[in-house]
């Protein structure tokens, strides 16, 4: 059945790089418990992976996804399965451009990527959790031989929903003049392009995600304008909350706390009063009853 998300219209409030650290899993718990959070992406083979794991089966109203990690990060196989993917360190390279490279021109490295994703939906399905949605860490999966594989793979898997990064620049601008950036530029198409794919394979795909230009910066006062202006249709608003910024493989410069605050904040809880909340699964369920 085609999922048209523009055909539900509601608010998806995600976090991201859940299992990453302790401090990030106890701030998805009290979001989902004391705010306006609704889903939480899950790294499989994060560092307190088997944490986030145990609270999420607490919060069975908490849609959890799959944060797929193929850059910076731990992979799910070992490093001598996969030695194109990885550094010296058994971790994945953090030079996006060259494995975007290898990967395209490559057959030895698209292997190798496939065996990892695949890894990666089975550690998920290991867990016994629902699959709610699906994504990838820095948005990998905008590359077109990645979103192939997932689309190939995350199926039989059970995966029916997917994040497509498209961000309406004129809704930021009128928050903020001035906000865009070039990455976002070059990203856009093939946003698009995977969110036509998404469509294409019947999945839920929401019709605009709002994160990537303040990454690491959502704020409360941000947040709440978003949710006041957010256009017809599904949207998304996925954050990258933690009860501090300083932990094991934190982003410099990241704001988690703040971003952790703006999930809890009173004036936030408002704006998204009357606005119908869910997971992917939960709107996922609205399409295909209506």
């Known amino acids: 059945m085609l999922v048209k998300a523009a055909s539900v219209h509601g608010l998806i409030v ?4 859940f299992g990453a650290a302790p401090e990030v899993n106890e701030a998805v718990e009290q979001a989902h418990r004391n705010g306006i959070l609704t889903a939480a992406s899950l ?30 990060g731990r992979p799910t196989l070992p490093p001598s ?5 990885v550094d010296s360190n058994g971790l994945f390279r953090t030079n996006m451009v060259k494995a975007g ?23 998920f399905a290991a867990t016994g959790l629902p699959l709610d949605h699906v994504n990838a860490h820095k948005h990998f999966h905008l590359h077109p031989t990645i979103a192939g594989l997932i689309m190939a793979i995350g ?32 990203a856009a198409p093939y946003a698009r392009a995977v969110r036509s794919r998404i469509r294409r394979a019947g999945m839920l795909v929401p019709d605009q995600v709002f994160g990537l230009a303040w990454s690491g910066a959502m704020s409360a006062k941000r947040v709440a304008v978003l949710i006041e202006r957010l256009p017809p249709g ?11 910024d300083d932990f ?32 992917f699964s939960d709107f996922r369920s609205k399409a295909e009853a209506a």
């Open 43 to 72: 790294m499989v083979s994060g560092a307190a992976a088997a944490d986030a794991v145990e609270r999420a089966r607490t919060l069975p109203s908490l849609g959890i996804g799959l944060h797929l990690v193929l850059v910076e």
């Open 248 to 279: 094991a493989d934190h982003a410099p410069g990241y704001r988690y706390r703040a971003e952790y605050d703006a999930l809890v904040d009173i004036a936030v809880e408002e704006a998204a009063r009357g606005i119908r909340r869910g997971s």
């Open 14 to 17: 995600t976090a991201d790089d």
């Open 155 to 186: 199926p039989r898997y059970g995966m029916t929903a997917m994040r497509a990064p498209i961000e309406p620049r004129a809704i930021l601008r009128g928050i903020e003049p001035g906000t865009t950036t070039i990455a976002e530029r070059i």
């Open 101 to 123: 490279i290898d990967i395209f021109f490559r057959p030895a490295v698209r292997r190798q990527l496939a065996a990892e994703i695949e890894a990666q939906f089975r550690a």
């Open 81 to 85: 399965e996969i030695p194109d993917l």
């Open 234 to 244: 599904l949207s998304e608003i996925y954050l990258h909350p933690a009860m501090s």
